[in-house]
């Protein structure tokens, strides 16, 4: 009887792992798409993009929607399997995924529709942000405000393309079973935040400014360097002056 009850009880962790896991990693998806409506929304200067309510509708679809594709991969998952908690054919992926037919339907065909979504909008952007940067009087203020949407496009053409990947090799490596596919998706999801921060940081130039910084440092310090020895050597010069050899001279140059 005790051995029945943990049985169940590991059976419902595991269940429960996997359903939480794919909800979090649909909302990830849909927040990337709802920024790159944003970004849309913002270089195409849409009335009432900056309003309060705008967070909020982003907020409801980004954390409503997975709930859909969270209600769906329960009942293939139901369907799929006799028992709804037999567990067996997840433990070998430490229960991160559900079925094949779950993880295919419930999360890589809804994660293959947001990453188009987002590709969409940013083609927008880029559509938009030509034209009305070729609509600026000053050279100067055109270029800049093309190299701001660019690094803006290219960030999040990078993240789309960091997420897609590590989604395609864990839903490949779920439904096909190969070992390979598996290790490269626990290290890409493992690195994938890192990889999102270290695209931000190089996007923002946020390491050129700490090397402005350090730089500015070092030059600091070599002036301070500088002047503390000229400093020296004038105090070291500055006795002799008061010798009789040197008011010799000095009157002999008068």
């Keep these: 009887m005790c051995a029945e009850t943990t049985g169940r009880i590991?059976?419902?962790?595991?269940?429960?792992?996997?359903?939480s896991l794919q909800y979090l990693r649909v909302s990830v998806v849909c927040w990337l798409a709802a920024m790159c409506h944003h970004l849309y929304a913002t270089v195409a200067s849409l009335p009432r993009r900056d309003d309060p309510p705008t967070y909020i509708k982003y907020s409801l679809f980004a954390w409503g929607a997975?709930?859909?594709?969270?209600?769906?991969?329960?009942?293939?998952?139901?369907?799929?399997s006799h028992d709804f908690w037999d567990v067996v054919d997840l433990t070998p992926f430490n229960c991160w995924f559900l079925g094949a037919t779950a993880t295919v339907y419930a999360y890589g065909l809804p994660v293959v529709?947001?990453?188009l979504i987002s590709g969409y909008y940013l083609v927008k952007a880029a559509i938009v942000s030509?034209?009305?940067?070729?609509?600026?009087?000053?050279?100067?203020?055109?270029?800049?405000?093309?190299?701001?949407?660019?690094?803006?496009?290219?960030?999040?053409?990078?993240?789309s393309l960091i997420v897609g990947l590590v989604a395609g090799c864990g839903v490949a490596s779920r439904v096909w079973k190969i070992p390979f596919l598996w290790a490269v998706f626990c290290t890409g999801h493992s690195l994938q935040g890192s990889a999102v921060a270290l695209s931000v940081a190089c996007n923002c130039r946020v390491l050129k400014v700490y090397a402005r910084k350090s730089h500015k440092q070092q030059d600091h310090q070599v002036r301070a360097l500088a002047e503390r020895k000229f400093r020296l050597s004038q105090l070291r010069l500055n006795p002799l002056l008061d010798t009789p050899i040197a008011c010799c001279f000095s009157s002999l140059m008068v």
């Design 113 to 115: 529709l947001l990453l």
């Design 130 to 159: 030509r034209y009305t940067c070729s609509m600026q009087l000053e050279i100067k203020q055109r270029e800049k405000m093309k190299r701001r949407r660019a690094l803006q496009l290219m960030l999040f053409l990078k993240v």
């Design 66 to 80: 997975p709930l859909i594709s969270l209600a769906l991969a329960t009942l293939l998952q139901s369907r799929e």
């Design 10 to 19: 590991d059976s419902e962790l595991c269940i429960s792992l996997g359903l």
